[in-house]
Each structure stands twice: as structure tokens, then as C-alpha cells.
């Protein structure tokens, strides 16, 4: 009697194609389009649940595909995470190079970048969460992909900054990390309520003033700086006043003092 043959076991790709012969990395037009499809389901149920409760095989169902199919695309969650957040990024990042080059001087550069970033948050609050609260706050962040991104997506403040000192807009010893931190970080505690629909902002609006306050800080220009002068205290409360008042009004009815009769000198005249 023979023995049995051993049957192998081949992933079919839905589309027909074994994954043996087209492994994860290889880029085809099918295996494209597949990774395309996996890439809006989960960004899609990022935006519904958040990174940490969405699953794996929740995004694959939607697709239509076996959870171990999904994995053959993208190895891991956080992998694919990336790749969504990345889809956010990268675009945004090749529109403000196009149109940054275009632009001189530091408050035309400034108001462009402060205007771009206020729209982020307006047009994409979904992903605008989920960047703050599910990527920037881990640990790993700093050694992440997505950091690497970030960096590249606020270089152009910097390289605006570097650039406005070599024209002598800005003194040499303009701190620019100090200002990277004033604009972001600004702009993402002003535009926190509008991430949850709180608050609604005009973006060319707020674009004006942010970049108004960066340039001239919080005090008008020409405004004299208020000096604090301590000062005596004055009896000026409504107590104080009433209880004046009240006396002056008893010394009033009481009448005139009256005076005092002349005292006898006890001296004699002498003729």
C-alpha cells in the first residue's frame, strides 16, 4: 500500500493568487489594490474605536479577507496604523512643500504653517484624535515612524526660522524649538474643543491673530509696560464711606459747638 500523500496547504489570496508565490513586500497591482482596500477599513475602525479596541479581524471582515491573510500585508496593528496615519501625512506634507516655496519672508511663511495646521484639525478631527491620544502619548512614539513624519511636518517652521535669522528678521539667539513648541502646542490646546465639537473656530481668523501673537508676543505694540506700585491703603469701600458720612451727618444735627466764655485776666490795669 502506498502511503498517503502529504496535501499542502496553500493561503489563497480572494482574488485567486497563492500568497507562496507573491509573499508579503512584493508590490503587484492586485496586491496593491488589496493593501488599498485594508487601509480604509482600518481607518475606518480607528476613527470608530480607537486604536487599542479595534481588531485585526474586525478590519479583515470588512475587507472580506481571513485574519492571517491580513497579516501577510501588514505584520502588525501598529503597522497598520502607520500606514493609515501615513496616508494622513504624507499628502499634507507635499502640499505645504508646494506651497511654502512659494512664499517669502517670516510672516508670510509663519501665517501659511499656522493656517495649514488650524485646518488639520477642522477637516480631520477623526484622525487629529487619534494622533494625540492613541500614537503621541506612547513611549514608543519617539522611535516610531509616525515621529519621523511628524518631524519632517514641522521642519518647515524650523527651516522659517533658521532662515529669518540669516536675514536678520529674527536675532541669532531666537530660540526655535521654544517657538516649534509655542505654535503647535498652541494651536492643538486652542483647537481641543473644536476635536470634540465644542467650539467652532474661523480659521483665517484665528490664522491672523495666532501669528500676530507669535511675532509681537502678548503685549500691544507701543503699549508702556505697567509698572506695580505699592501704595498706601485708602478708605474707599462703600463701609468706610457710609460710616463717614453717618458721623458727619450727627455732627450736623447737633449744631454749632458752643464757645467758650472769655476768662477773666487777673491782672490789674495799671493807670
Known amino acids: 500500500m502506498k502511503p498517503a500523500k502529504k496535501i ?9 493568487q497563492a500568497l507562496a508565490t507573491n509573499p508579503a513586500g512584493k508590490r503587484t497591482p492586485r ?8 487601509v480604509a477599513a482600518a481607518r475606518e475602525t480607528f476613527l470608530d474605536k480607537g486604536f487599542e479596541k479595534a481588531s485585526v479581524s474586525e478590519i479583515a471582515a470588512k475587507v472580506g479577507v481571513v485574519e492571517g491573510l ?8 501598529r503597522d497598520l496604523l502607520n500606514e493609515v496615519l501615513g496616508g494622513m501625512y504624507e499628502p499634507l506634507i507635499s502640499e505645504i512643500e508646494d506651497g511654502f516655496s512659494r512664499l517669502k519672508g517670516l510672516r508670510s511663511r509663519l501665517r501659511f504653517l499656522i493656517w495649514r495646521h488650524l485646518r488639520v484639525y477642522v477637516e480631520d478631527p477623526g484622525l487629529s484624535r487619534l494622533v494625540l ?3 503621541r502619548t506612547r513611549p514608543e512614539y519617539f522611535n516610531s515612524a509616525l515621529h519621523d513624519l511628524h518631524v519632517r511636518y514641522t521642519a518647515f517652521l524650523m527651516r522659517t526660522v533658521r532662515d529669518a535669522i540669516a536675514s536678520g528678521e529674527l536675532q541669532k539667539d531666537t530660540d526655535g524649538e521654544m517657538i516649534r513648541g509655542m505654535v503647535y502646542g498652541g494651536i492643538e490646546h486652542r483647537m481641543w ?18 501669528t500676530d501673537m507669535v511675532l509681537r508676543g502678548i503685549q500691544p505694540a ?18 468706610d464711606i457710609e460710616r463717614r458720612l453717618e458721623r458727619l451727618e450727627k455732627l ?8 467758650a466764655a472769655p476768662v477773666a485776666s487777673s491782672r490789674k490795669k495799671t493807670s
Do not use: M, N, W
Open 252 to 259: 450736623v444735627a447737633a449744631g454749632p459747638a458752643p464757645v
Open 70 to 77: 491580513l497579516y501577510s500585508y501588514f505584520p502588525t496593528k
Open 8 to 16: 499542502l496547504k496553500k493561503t489563497i489570496d480572494p482574488d485567486g
Open 193 to 210: 474643543g473644536v476635536l470634540y465639537g465644542r467650539d467652532t473656530v474661523d480659521v483665517e481668523v484665528a490664522a491672523d491673530r495666532f
Open 31 to 38: 496586491r496593491l489594490r488589496r493593501a488599498a482596500e485594508i
Open 133 to 135: 491620544h492613541e500614537v
Open 222 to 239: 507701543g503699549e508702556p509696560e505697567v509698572v506695580s506700585v505699592s501704595v498706601a491703603p485708602v478708605a474707599s469701600s462703600r463701609e
